[in-house]
């Protein structure tokens, strides 16, 4: 490179411009023959000293003034020519580096601009999958399908419990779930006990012909049947009341078991949208990644110019 800038400097251009300049000055180039560019290049010795980039410029000539312009020529001409060289070099490396920057800020922007419109068109509201509505929504629908399914058997267990106890003839309703239930049997052990304390001051023949024993033992009886019916009313109502419960347990079970599938299918068209959501980020990464070096450049560019310079 340096034997090129060397040759540069008593090269034709170089010599045009100084003649140029010489004849601007007032000197007769007219001596040096048809091509005074030639003649002066003649009287050039360019000669660059060894183990440094030091060049010694020499001219010779008739008259001193034009050797000695010639030489101070050069050196002005020389010095335009490496400025403006850098400058050109240096113009079109930082006008690429800015065309650069602003093509990747423009294809992040529009990229940006694409992610956002992707993301509100199928209703993505954060980039962490699990805290979007419909993935959210499905949750629920789990939650509440297992709760369902938990009162599902519980009610089973009930209806097959009260037709267990009905086969048996066992009753199911207790008294203090039911008033008049437990007014009658309240009634009833109110008898006994006046039976039993009569029982322990009178003989059995003398109670069987005591009308107010016999009238004890015939309302006893009484009640006892009232009793009787009361538990079967009661045990028919619980049974009606377990299988409504059953009904809808099972009702409740089976929409449940529809909106799930129904969501299997926004889940899996969501879980594509937002595996594609994700792809596009990632290319917005990317693209500010490289907009990010493009900058990164521009600064070292111009860093780099000024040292240069």
Do not use: C
Not at 140 to 158: F, H, I, M, S, W
Not at 228 to 239: D, E, W
């Amino acid at each position: 490179a340096f034997l090129t800038e060397v040759q540069t400097l008593s090269s034709r251009p170089i010599i045009e411009r100084v003649a140029e300049q010489l004849r601007g000055a007032g000197h007769d180039l007219g001596k040096l023959g048809l091509d005074p560019v030639l003649g002066l290049q003649s009287s050039l010795t360019v000669n660059a000293v060894e183990g440094t980039q030091v060049v010694e410029l020499a001219a010779v000539g008739a008259e001193p003034e034009l050797p000695a312009a010639l030489l101070v020529g050069i050196s002005e001409v020389y010095r335009e020519h490496v400025a403006q060289a850098y400058r050109e070099s240096t113009t079109e490396a930082a006008a690429n580096a800015d065309e650069e920057v602003l093509r990747r800020q423009d294809a992040v922007a529009a990229k940006r601009q694409a992610v956002e419109e992707f993301r509100v068109r199928h209703g993505i509201v954060s980039p962490e999958r699990e805290e979007n509505s419909i993935l959210a929504e499905m949750q629920g629908l789990a939650a509440a399908q297992k709760d369902a399914n938990k009162r599902l058997t519980e009610a089973e267990g009930r209806v097959e419990s009260l037709h267990a106890a009905a086969a048996k003839g066992k009753g199911v309703v207790r008294a203090r779930d039911n008033p008049t239930l437990a007014a009658l049997e309240a009634r009833a052990s109110q008898i006994r006990e006046e039976l039993r304390e009569m029982g322990r001051r009178y003989t059995p023949e003398y109670l069987e012909m005591d009308p107010q024993a016999r009238a004890l033992r015939v309302r006893l009886a009484e009640l006892e049947e009232q009793i009787k019916a009361q538990r079967a009313v009661g045990q028919s109502s619980a049974l009606e009341e377990a299988e409504q419960e059953l009904a809808a347990a099972r009702e409740s079970t089976r929409r449940l078991q529809l909106q799930i599938a129904a969501g299997k299918q926004q889940v899996g068209a969501f879980a594509a949208r937002f595996s594609q959501y994700k792809s596009l980020q990632e290319e917005l990464g990317q693209l500010e990644k490289a907009y990010q070096e493009a900058l990164q450049r521009q600064v070292r560019l111009g860093a780099t110019q000024r040292s240069r310079a």
